[in-house]
Every structure is written in C-alpha cells, then in structure tokens.
C-alpha cells in the first residue's frame, strides 16, 4: 500500500505516515460531496456561519496539541504559537460579511412590472490544495467562505503537514457538521492530477509554487488563459475549452513571490528596520509575503543596513521544540540548500554577507540555516530575482522613486509591496505605480481578511477573502421575471 510520509526538519524522522486514498474511497468522496451540496446550499448561512464558528473553537481547543505538532511537521519555534489569532479573525470576518456579501444584486435600472436581479449561486464542489508554510491560515482562506457560499469542500493538505487536514476534519466532526460537506483526503501528485482532471471538481484553489501551479493549471486546464465562453453552440465551446483547457473548472492560484520593500528618506528607521527584518525572516522566511529584497533611499541607506544587521543578529536559530529557539529548521533541507546557492553565487558575483552566524548542523544538505543579509547585490543575481522562500535578503541602494519602482517592477512575480514613509499620498502615488496585489505602508508580511487577496504576472490569479472573495466561490445568476400579464 502506498503511503505519504512526513518527514520532520527537526531530527530527519517519519513523523507520521498514513496510506493514500484508493481510487474507491477518492470516488465515494466525490460522491458524498455532490450529494450533501444541495442540502447545504439550501442551508441558511446563519446556520453556515454556526458551524463554522462551532469549528473554530474546536480547533483553538487542540492548541496544546497543535502548536508542537506545527514545529515537528515544518519548524516553526514553539514560541509563537499556533497561527489561530488570525485563523479567528479571518473566520470571523468572513463569517460576518457573509450574508451581505452573497446576497442577490438588483438591477441598477428598475422597470415596473418586472423582478430583476443577479443571485449568487454555490459552485459546487470546490477542492482545496493547502500549503505547509502557514498550514491552517492558507486553507481557512478558502475553505471557511467556500462553505460559507453553499459549497462542498475535500481538503487536500500538503505531505508536510499532514496532520493539519486531519485536525480540521476532527473539529468540524466534533461540531457535526453535516457528512460529506467537508472531507479530508491524502492524494499523491498523480491523483491529484487525475482527480482535477475528471471533470467532478467544480473550482479548486491551489496555494504553492509555480510549478505546481502549472501542474495544475495543466491538470484542470493547461494554459493560465482566463476564457469567457457565451456558448451560443455547446460543441464550439467546448471546443475551446479543450484546447485550452479541458474541464469547465474555475482556477484561484496563489503562487511565486518576491516582494519588495522600498524605504524612503523620511522612513523611521527604527519602526522600518524592526517591522522589515520580522518580515523577512519570521517563519524561516517561509512566507507568502515574506520581504525577499528590500531598496533604500541612498540618503538612508548606511543607517538602514547598519540596523537591520544588528537586528538580524539577535535571532537564535535551534531546535522549534526550545522556547529560546527564535528561528527554526526549514520544512526540508532541499529548500536550504536553494538558499545556500543563492548565497554562493551573490558571493562570487560580488555580493557581501554581513551575518555569518554560526549554526550547528548548518551544511549541505540539512534544513538548518542561519539568516542573511547581503548588500552589493544586483538584479543579475538570483537572490534578488528568483523567489527565495528562505531566511536570506538582498538590500540595495536606490538613488530616488524611478530607480525604486523599476526595480521593484523588475519581476516576474507581484503580490505584495511594502514602502515606508510619512506621506501617505506619496506613499499612495507610488504603490500605483508598483505591480503587485497589494501595496502596504509602514508594514508588512500580512493579510487583512476586509481586502482582497490576489497577486499579478507569475504570482497568480483569482481572489482570496473580502467581499469578493465571495464572488470567486459563486456564480452568477440571472433572474428576469414579468410580475403581470
């Protein structure tokens, strides 16, 4: 029997283990999913939103047994807890808005004697694909509003985290949530694959690499072409569909990143530096909108860096399971490794590294690694081009706003960017012009469930959280109803 196993960062141990789905047990899910949706979507969302909020207090309640199980699966020091500060306040907020945010749109335009209005219909059954990075923030973005909307849900969590799929299916089991409106499966990549390709998943939300997006994109589609199909003849449609995608599923993928900080002139350096380097390296730097690189006004940029070394040296990197542990292992050693590359070749290419802390166990090959910070750094250098996903960052100085904002541009990825400065309409003038979902001001490294969370180029595309949100987990509906004859 095959089986996915998981493999702790922390000592190199099977952590846990547990056998695939057979294709049965993978059909009777499906299965069970389409048959319980009908029932749920009628389900009023007061009701929805009981049991989602039921649920998250389920989980808080496995806290003790969570938060180290967190560490052992992917790393992150004990010390910070498990991620259910912002799990509740995503939950809450999309339960709260919920109810306004899916309900019917009139026609702008009223016309006597007819009803017109858009309603929102559930999709279906909706697949999500988490990521092991922040492993129960990332899929409570989509699973807490895809039921909200009337939708089904099967949970695939990634092989590092393989415990978290799990701890989500005993809460919502716990709160008894109706059968087959929310299931928790273990695929390997091939099933995964064939499942999204077979036509039964009605929208599936991926959060993770490129490649794997592609992966999936391929699987469910094959190009990141968004189609618009009126079909005035099915057969066209599909059609075209099929050369370019092969299922009428809808896609949300949250991919690649390499966000940028630009630190202006009248940035309070203190605030800037303390807020950029938790923001780079928080998580081992294994954040979605982790700071990968950061530009400095040159009238600053001696003070800034100056800083953000000393800053950096005071973190303790050890084992997650020690309280004193203020940086972890990374999930896998592959990942170190690419981190270490990235530095080896910045260094022959001019590079300098100004930390160099030594860590036991940090060679080749182990997840082990100490932060850096590099300056004399370029965009022909991997480091401040290819996404790291690591504790490493590349600072550069920047002689005003244009040389700024290209760099800054100068990717193939955009979902977040962080400028620091007093002047919000500078501030604002600026993030304008920045190709990125989102654009912060004096923070960084966060997501605020009331805006919407969606990159551009590479990084993706489709919609997370806020009230649109809502509408990437429904469809429209038209109703044009003559009230009298």
């Not at 749920?40 to 496995?62: C, D, H, N, Q, Y």
């Not at 910070?80 to 026609?107: C, D, H, Q, W």
């Not at 039964?200 to 469910?220: L, P």
Request: charged fraction near 20%.
């Amino acid at each position: 029997m095959e089986t996915v196993k998981l493999k702790s960062p922390i000592d190199g141990s099977i952590y846990a283990e547990r056998p695939i789905a057979t294709d049965q047990a993978i059909n009777a899910a499906v299965e069970r999913a389409k048959a319980a949706q009908e029932k749920w979507a009628l389900t009023p969302i007061v009701e929805r939103g009981k049991f989602m909020l039921a649920m998250l207090e389920a989980l808080v309640a496995m806290t003790d047994e969570i938060v180290p199980e967190i560490a052992w699966q992917m790393g992150r020091p004990v010390r910070y807890g498990g991620e259910f500060g912002g799990v509740r306040e995503r939950t809450n907020y999309m339960v709260e808005i919920a109810e306004a945010a899916l309900k019917s749109v009139p026609a702008s335009n009223p016309k006597d004697g007819f009803r017109r209005y858009v309603k929102k219909d559930p999709l279906g059954v909706v697949m999500v694909i988490a990521p092991w990075n922040y492993p129960y923030l990332t899929a409570v973005n989509t699973i807490v509003p895809a039921l909200m909307a009337g939708n089904t849900v099967i949970l695939k969590h990634a092989a590092q985290t393989l415990l978290v799929g799990e701890r989500f299916q005993q809460a919502f089991d716990k709160v008894g949530l109706p059968k087959g409106v929310f299931q928790n499966v273990v695929l390997n990549h091939a099933q995964t694959e064939k499942l999204l390709g077979s036509g039964k998943i009605d929208h599936v939300n991926f959060t993770g690499s490129v490649g794997g997006g592609r992966a999936i994109e391929k699987a469910a589609a094959g190009t990141f072409m968004t189609l618009g199909l009126e079909l005035g003849g099915v057969g066209g449609g599909r059609a075209i569909e099929k050369a370019a995608a092969g299922t009428f599923m809808t896609l949300g993928l949250e991919l690649g990143g390499k966000d940028p900080a630009y630190v202006l002139p009248d940035a309070k350096l203190d605030h800037a530096v303390a807020n950029l380097v938790d923001g780079a390296f928080y998580n081992s730097g294994q954040c979605c909108c982790g700071i990968e690189r950061v530009y400095v006004h040159e009238k600053v940029y001696d003070q800034f860096v100056e800083g953000f070394i000393a800053e950096t040296k005071n973190y303790v990197v050890g084992n997650p399971l020690e309280q004193e542990t203020t940086m972890g292992p990374m999930a896998q050693a592959r990942f170190a490794d690419l981190i270490r590359e990235q530095k080896a070749e910045a260094l022959r290419k001019g590079a300098i590294a100004h930390i160099n802390m030594k860590v036991a166990n940090d060679k080749a090959g182990s997840p082990y690694l100490a932060p850096e910070v590099l300056t004399g750094v370029d965009h022909q250098m991997s480091v401040m081009r290819e996404e790291s996903f690591g504790p490493i960052v590349g600072i550069m100085k920047v002689r005003n706003d244009e040389e700024a904002i290209a760099l800054m541009n100068d990717s193939p990825y955009g979902l977040t960017a962080s400028i620091w400065t007093g002047d919000i309409e500078h501030a604002v003038a600026i993030g304008d012009r920045v190709e990125t979902g989102t654009v912060f001001m004096n923070r960084c490294d966060y997501l605020d469930p009331a805006l919407v969370w969606t990159g551009v180029k590479d990084t993706g595309k489709g919609v997370a959280l806020s009230a649109l949100g809502y509408d990437n987990l429904t469809r429209p509906k038209s109703f044009h109803l003559r009230e009298a004859i």
